[in-house]
């Protein structure tokens, strides 16, 4: 399954966006949360970018969703072409969505594109 | 004077860039409080610090080594948008650095870090984000060499340049990075990424100086 | 000011919403979390809603942000033409969006607005 | 027969929708558990607990009373999205209803109610929701009251719908609530706003037999 990594400034955004997430897609979709600095404060940090992403990784590909800012620089430099591949989403709904197409099996375009679908997605 | 820029220079570089940011620290802290989160001052001074630490425990043999250590430490260590900016700027002015380097070396290095800083961020000049120091600065260095300026003239003229692109931020409008969110109420103050841009480089002529 | 509240199944995700949107937009601009439900477990509640919308209502209207779900029909019931209003955006972003036009003085509409514009608003 | 719509009517549909909800409570979040969060049953027994508490509290003295107060305590307590939906359902109906009911006065008020469902749902009949049991037996109770069949037979028809339209559920695709996330995932289950939908008209019935 395609793992996913939601990037935040804010440690609590990212950990309540992934307990979210699987709350909806499953606990069994691969979603970790990277946020806060290395102390835990406001921040973005790269260790915990990279500890995420091995733990999500099960080989299909990673998809990084950044909330904004810092996150979104860093994240950017953690690109991998075709392996690990940042989202330009809105953060919680698009992690949702990804994590509904990570959960059904899609591989790690679908994922990402079902991520962007979510800027669409009316709630009412 | 062109084996002026060996590793003792740049080392000299990064300990003078550290020392002016945590002297600027609180004002760099201010200028982002006025269109940011006032933690740029704080984020760099953490930053550089940590640079040191790096290359006092792993002595780099070489420019590019340098460079590119400082680069990754900012990446892992400033925590704001600034850290992967800089850091790519110090990596791929490390990397596009050649051995030895000479000054129109140095020119063409330094503006490929900012061609690298353009395209992490997405950022122009014009849009009040550190490349409106950096990319003048680049400009004015190359201008400069091709001039036949030595290192330390080329270095002051790109100071020089850099701190007036960092003024020239004030009346802009901000299009990238926490202050774009203010829209028309960024105007009116310096970027914090250029104010730090312009210490950076003012630190560069200081340490040929 | 027009006032803001999130409302999230997640009393953790409204909360650091709240959090990051007050650091992006400055602590004046009002912005309260109505997040899980009576008894602060997953779910939505009428009474935090309300609460929170008291907390915020300053005379110039609020805008409700939800996440997605019950926490959007729940909101549904509560608006209150030109008063109280939903905002049907991305939730972290359209918060920011919607803070940060709050706190420059734009009328409910406004900040509806740029709320809605968050939508399209690209982070690379 | 036209007096039988009285409140204390509508006070036995409640104790006895509460009653099928409570018996029915593991189904309901299993079927949910399948395509959503597991937690349909808990919810609206929770709510329809609380809502015999508000009828004993303030002991209404109408049948609009009892379903507005209804309404009111699902929107309140239910804390998912089935709270907001029957309560705008039970609040309709309340607000709709004739005094005295009759049956063609309730079928119309049915119907109003779930016209308010689609409303705030923004959900029709086909998207594999609550409306799949709710819009067949408005439909149903409509042209029974039309053809004279009395309450208990126009209830037993209603329910009849309702519970079919539940069934119908199974081979949908959901386009509206949790569900919807699924996508094809969520072909091959029952509905479980439906399938509380298709208990709670039973009561219906079951109150009138
Ligand atoms: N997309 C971008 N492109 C170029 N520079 C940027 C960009 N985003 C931010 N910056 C620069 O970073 C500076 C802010 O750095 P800092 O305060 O350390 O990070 P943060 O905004 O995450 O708190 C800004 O003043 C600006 O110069
Ligand atoms: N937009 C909607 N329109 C109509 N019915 C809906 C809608 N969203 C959800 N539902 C109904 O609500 C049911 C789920 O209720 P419940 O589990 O209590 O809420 P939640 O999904 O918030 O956990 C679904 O099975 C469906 O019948
Ligand atoms: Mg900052
Ligand atoms: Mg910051
Ligand atoms: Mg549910
Ligand atoms: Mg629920």
């Known amino acids: 399954m395609v793992g996913l990594v939601l990037v935040s400034h804010s440690a609590g955004l ?7 997430t699987r709350g909806i897609a499953g606990r069994e979709t691969p979603v970790a949360a990277a946020g806060g600095d290395d102390d835990g404060g406001l921040g973005v940090s790269m260790d915990r970018i990279e500890a995420a992403v091995r733990e999500v ?3 299909d590909g990673v998809l990084l969703i950044p909330d904004l800012g810092s996150a979104v620089l860093t994240a950017r430099l953690m690109e991998q072409p075709g392996r690990v591949v940042l989202a330009d989403v809105p953060f919680v709904e698009g992690a949702i969505a990804a994590a509904v197409a990570a959960g059904g099996g899609a591989a790690l375009a679908g994922v990402l594109s079902a991520a962007e679908e979510a800027r669409t997605y009316r709630k009412l | ?16 860039a550290a020392g002016t940011v945590r002297l600027h620290r609180d004002r760099l802290t201010g200028l982002d409080a006025a269109i940011g989160d006032a933690d740029h001052g704080a984020n760099l001074d953490r930053g550089f610090t940590e640079v040191g630490k790096a290359l006092t425990e792993w002595p780099p043999t070489s420019p590019a080594q340098v460079l590119v250590s400082a680069g990754t430490t900012l990446i892992r260590r400033v925590g704001g948008a600034s850290g992967p900016l800089y850091g790519s700027f110090f990596r791929q002015l490390g990397k596009s650095l050649d051995v030895p380097a000479t000054p129109a070396g140095f020119a063409a290095a330094f503006a490929s870090g900012v061609l690298a800083v353009e395209r992490l961020g997405k950022a122009a000049q014009g849009d009040k984000t550190m490349i409106d120091a950096l990319a003048p600065a680049a400009r004015a260095l190359t201008q400069a060499v091709q001039e036949g300026a030595d290192e330390r003239k080329a270095f002051e003229r790109a100071a020089r340049a ?19 969110y203010l829209g028309e109420r960024s105007i009116g103050h310096e970027d914090p990424g250029a104010a730090s841009s312009a210490l950076i480089v003012a630190s560069l002529a200081e340490a040929a100086a």
């Open chain 1, 14 to 20: 990212a950990a309540a966006a992934v307990e979210l």
């Open chain 1, 57 to 59: 990784d099960q080989g």
């Open chain 2, 1 to 16: 004077m062109s084996g002026m820029l060996g590793t003792d220079f740049f080392l000299a570089w990064m300990t003078l």
């Open chain 2, 162 to 180: 850099a701190e007036e692109g960092a003024k020239a931020t004030i009346p802009l409008r901000a299009r990238k990075g926490r202050a774009s």
